[in-house]
Nanobody
Framework: QVQIVESGGGLVQPGGSLNLSCVTS????????MSWYRQLPGEEERDFVG?????????NYARSVKGRFTISRDNTKNTVYLQMNSLKPEDTAVYYC??????????WGQGTQVIVSS
């Protein structure tokens, strides 16, 4: 049974930082592409934030977060992280962790809320 659990969200002031975690189980983490998405307030779609492939050798980011956010993964803990720095009010969203496993199946967590406000 696949489980994906995000944590680390919360309220932070503009310019601050948060580190999100995504703990997984039930699939081969080392072969999975791991990504973060976010759903902005009032939006139905989830926007791509960033991803890590090839056991961490490759990462890519949305233009809006590049240089501020960093994805990393610990294959010994089946966990992926999203370090978010220089946060802006427009980063306010529910952040979701996505795993695309070796069979190209997508699995999602329940999301964690991030609010950037003074």
């Amino acid at each position: 049974q696949v489980q994906i659990v995000e944590s680390g969200g919360g309220l932070v002031q503009p310019g601050g930082s948060l580190n999100l975690s995504c703990v997984t189980s039930g699939f081969d983490f080392t072969k999975a592409a791991m990504s973060w998405y976010r759903q902005l307030p009032g939006e139905e779609e989830r926007d791509f934030v960033g991803s890590t492939f090839h056991a961490g050798a490759t990462t890519n980011y949305a233009r809006s977060v590049k240089g501020r956010f960093t994805i990393s993964r610990d294959n010994t803990k089946n966990t992926v992280y999203l370090q978010m720095n220089s946060l802006k009010p427009e980063d306010t969203a529910v952040y979701y962790c996505n795993a695309r496993d070796a069979r190209d199946l997508d699995h999602w967590g329940q999301g964690t809320q991030v609010i950037v406000s003074s």
